[in-house]
């Protein structure tokens, strides 16, 4: 008997343990979708929704103050078609991205590596490269504005009295306002990718530049067959996020030359701007956007397809 009342006490025991630990997971759930509720509740609120709305308002004519019509595709005829302004539009930001995320991606590899050597006070110039990066956009332009400022600016003060020759007039031409605002961007920019390649600099184990050293390897060559291969991660996501920010470029047309002279340095985002803000063109400006997008995705997706064959993991 006593027995029986033993094996009866640890089944029951063991039932008890055995619910408790049934029920364990399913609080945890429901703890976990608590804590994950609020940031899914904004994303939805404020991404998947406006994502959505902005598609349906591309497929109508809707004035910012009015009633609205229905287009279906017209709004993406008419920018293939009908606006060469668009086209032309479509060129600059090309033309900046490929003028600065090589620069940026270059500028930032060789200040992170100057940094990895042995240098007095790289802590203090990691902090004064990356200041520009955390200063507000539009603080750095009406700076860059103010140097650009032709006769009373900083830079032809420097080329006429240091150099002895007339500075043009930067913003102010169609030439000269794209390369201008190019080298703004990548002074403001670089050092962040240049905080991610060291990063990725310092996560390099020292023996692989002690064995190639042994081998008679020069610092350039360890540099080709060491460094870079490993740091093709670090470079590849410097790339894929300076892209994406590339053709988002707003403030620096903005605030430097109002997209001028002329349409010479508006990019698709003002472009954007412009029609749903000025022209209250909304349903116009919402097809703009998503050909951005679609650029975008496109150029995010090749990166992905491409880095299979230069990106090297462990």
Request: hydrophobic share 50%; proline share 5%; net charge positive.
């Amino acid at each position: 008997m006593r027995r029986a009342a033993q094996s009866e006490a640890v089944a029951t025991r063991g039932a008890a343990s055995w619910r408790i630990r049934r029920r364990r997971p399913r609080s945890d759930t429901v703890a976990a979708y608590g804590f994950l509720a609020p940031n899914g509740i904004g994303f939805l609120v404020f991404t998947l929704i406006p994502i959505g709305a902005s598609f349906v308002i591309s497929l109508y004519h809707w004035p910012l103050v009015g009633e609205a019509s229905f287009a279906g595709t017209q709004n993406y005829r008419a920018l293939a078609t009908s606006d060469p302004v668009f086209w032309q539009v479509l060129r600059n930001t090309f033309s900046y991205v490929f003028g600065y995320v090589p620069l940026n991606i270059l500028l930032s590899l060789g200040i992170a590596v100057w940094l990895s050597s042995k240098i007095r006070g790289k802590n203090l110039f990691r902090v004064i490269f990356f200041l520009p990066v955390v200063t507000p956009m539009v603080a750095n332009a009406m700076i860059w504005t103010l140097l650009y400022m032709p006769q009373s600016g900083v830079i032809d003060w420097f080329l006429v009295n240091v150099l002895h020759i007339s500075g043009p007039n930067w913003l102010g031409s169609q030439t000269l306002a794209m390369p201008a605002m190019i080298v703004m961007s990548v002074w403001q920019g670089f050092g962040y990718n240049m905080l991610i390649l060291s990063a990725g600099l310092q996560s390099i184990p020292v023996e692989l530049y002690d064995a190639a050293a042994i081998d008679g390897a020069s610092s350039w060559r360890r540099f080709l067959n060491v460094t870079l291969p490993l740091l093709t991660p670090f470079l590849f996501f410097a790339f894929v996020m300076t892209l994406i920010t590339s053709f988002q470029v707003f403030t620096q047309p903005y605030v430097l030359t109002g997209g001028g002279p002329g349409v010479s340095t508006t990019t698709l985002v003002l472009y954007l701007y412009n029609n749903g803000f000025q022209f209250f063109k909304m349903g116009y400006a919402s097809a703009l956007a998503w050909i951005l997008f679609v650029i975008i995705m496109t150029a995010t997706a090749i990166q992905f397809v491409a880095q299979k064959r230069w990106v090297h993991y462990g």
